[in-house]
């Protein structure tokens, strides 16, 4: 049974940082396409970041100089280091694998508010 646990949400201070983190399970974590998404109040959930199995990156033009993607395949866990944030970058953020994608996680909130 596929698993994808997102941690590492909470409250933090326009230009702040957070850490978030996606274990997967269930899954052959090394040979798929791994996403960060996100949906604020409202709006439609919307890419942040994608990160194929070769390595390559591809970021939204709303994140690029201020989020970074990465992936550990040995500890099938995946990574968004996000930096300078903004108001606008308050929103549930989701882990996905796979093409589609195909399997997501239940999110974890992000609130950027002084």
């Known amino acids: 049974q596929v698993q994808l646990v997102e941690s590492g949400g909470g409250l933090v201070q326009p230009g702040g940082s957070l850490t978030l983190s996606c274990v997967a399970s269930g899954i052959f974590f090394s040979r798929l396409r791994m996403h960060w998404y996100r949906q604020a109040q409202g709006q439609q959930r919307e890419l942040v970041a994608r990160?194929?199995?070769?390595?390559?990156?591809t970021y939204a033009d709303s994140v690029k100089g201020r989020f970074t993607i990465s992936r550990n395949n040995a500890k099938s866990t995946l990574t968004l280091q996000m930096d300078s944030l903004k108001f606008e970058d308050t929103a549930v953020y989701y882990c996905?694998?796979?093409?589609?994608?195909?399997?997501w996680g239940q999110g974890t909130q992000v609130t950027v508010s002084s």
């Open positions: 996905a694998a796979g093409y589609g994608p195909g399997h």
């Open positions: 990160v194929e199995s070769n390595g390559r990156i």
